[in-house]
């Protein structure tokens, strides 16, 4: 895509769609106007402009050719994809990211909600986000306030028929687990079903099962909710429950191959888990935009293979480096006691509360499976864990030893 200024105009080129036009008006109102048209054929169909007032600037880039559509229960299933509007709210997030470009290579209508500063910690500026997102309409928003993402949509002027939602807290912190776990995430919800849509699916997580941090708590809460509406009628919803990502496990690659221990709790065997790559599971999530056998279903999802316990990926990651295995084993004991030292603190100091709340995601990760859990035996299970897609742990390890972790930045807090 090209961008070309001619004193108030601005024209922006792309190849695969059409032309965008931006005439900012000289009128005292200060607004502009945007008009659609399309690059390959004349067309004489007349667009209503769209006006954004300085007092609520929102940028609105890549739009493709796209018509209102009216949704219905299950019409958009009948639709050629390039029919379908998808709305995808958490576009910016690391899983979000390969939703959007999963559904763009699949010729969904796909409109990306984003924040004016996105990534961690609100590094990437607004050119910075339309590249990350090219192929899809990108519309800056505020998801966290109900009243501005509802007037963001309006604006749009066409309705919905998905809402896939990648929204997930960054930190885990207990406050920004409840803003962003369950209320943004209802808000995509209540705004996507005012705007048309009649199925969402949400991006979870497997260990929700076991529910003892608050980001899990928040994420259930919503589940019940989403479930509730499917039982009202005329509308579904795929939950999807993902097992751990490559990059959660590859925090320690660099380390290792600069000749550092592999760090594992106890004896390397409490926990299991069976990774799956970020594009497979983009590819699962958006199977399920269309998929009727995965309507009204959570859905657990692993990668290839059998479960792997940390044990034998500090091996795994050895022997492709060639080297000795070193581990530094850790007893769990150590964070249990920190743990309740800063549950202590947080009677005196509430502003430790996040800080405790870290320290229990640690532990939990440290010593709950990713997997399946049996709920009348209480085990987890490898054989009862779905697996999807192609990618290896392995593979994954080979790459990142070869070109690092650029791309890969885990969130803001991590338990190495």
């Known amino acids: 895509m090209s961008l070309c ?87 910016t997030g690391y899983i979000g990211n390969f939703v959007v470009k999963e559904l763009v290579r699949r010729g969904f209508n796909v409109v990306a909600i984003a924040r004016e500063r996105s990534g961690i910690r609100g590094k990437n500026d607004k050119d910075e986000t339309l590249a990350q997102l090219r192929g899809a309409n990108v519309c800056f928003s505020d998801v966290t306030n109900l009243n501005t993402f509802e007037e963001s949509l309006k604006i749009l002027g066409f309705s919905f028929d998905v809402v896939v939602s990648c929204l997930a807290s960054r930190s885990g912190g207990v406050k ?59 509308f579904t919803y795929s939950i999807v429950r993902p097992t751990a990502f490559f990059k959660s496990l590859g925090g320690q690659v660099e380390l290792v191959k600069d000749g550092k221990p592999y760090v594992m709790f106890g004896d390397g065997k409490l926990c299991a888990c069976k990774p799956i790559s970020e594009p497979d599971l983009a590819s699962f999530i958006v199977d399920c935009v269309m998929s009727e056998d995965k309507i009204n279903r959570v859905l657990p999802i692993g990668g290839p293979g059998k479960a792997l316990t940390p044990l034998e990926q500090g091996e795994m990651l050895f022997k492709l480096l060639g080297k000795e295995p070193k581990f530094l084993k850790v007893p769990i004991g150590i964070m249990d ?25 640690g532990r939990y990760y440290a010593a709950e499976s990713m997997l399946i859990l049996d709920p009348e035996t209480g085990e987890y299970s490898d054989e009862k864990t779905p697996s999807y897609g192609n990618d290896t742990l392995e593979e994954f390890f080979a790459r990142v030893l070869r070109e690092g972790m650029a791309g890969q930045e885990l969130g803001e807090q991590t338990i190495f």
């Open 337 to 361: 006691f920190a743990i309740g030292v800063l549950d202590f603190l947080v009677k005196v100091f509430p502003s430790l509360e996040d800080a405790a709340e870290f320290g229990k995601i």
């Open 176 to 234: 920004d687990s409840w803003k962003i776990d369950y209320e943004a995430t209802r808000n995509s919800l209540v705004a996507g079903k005012k705007f048309g849509a009649s199925h969402f699916v949400l991006l979870s997580a497997i260990c929700v099962q076991k529910p003892l941090l608050e980001f899990q708590r928040a994420k259930l809460k919503f589940e019940a909710e989403l479930m509730k509406e499917a039982e009202e009628g005329g």
């Open 5 to 91: 200024f001619s004193s108030n105009l601005i024209t922006l080129h792309s190849p695969k769609h059409q032309n965008l036009f931006i005439n900012f008006s000289s009128e005292p109102s200060q607004c502009f106007k945007l008009f659609r048209i399309s690059s390959t054929t004349p067309s004489t169909k007349s667009f209503k402009p769209i006006k954004f007032s300085n007092q609520r600037f929102k940028l609105y880039a890549s739009l493709t050719q796209s018509q209102p559509v009216e949704a219905t229960q299950s019409s958009f299933r009948d639709k050629s994809p390039k029919d379908v509007n998808v709305l995808v709210v958490g576009s």
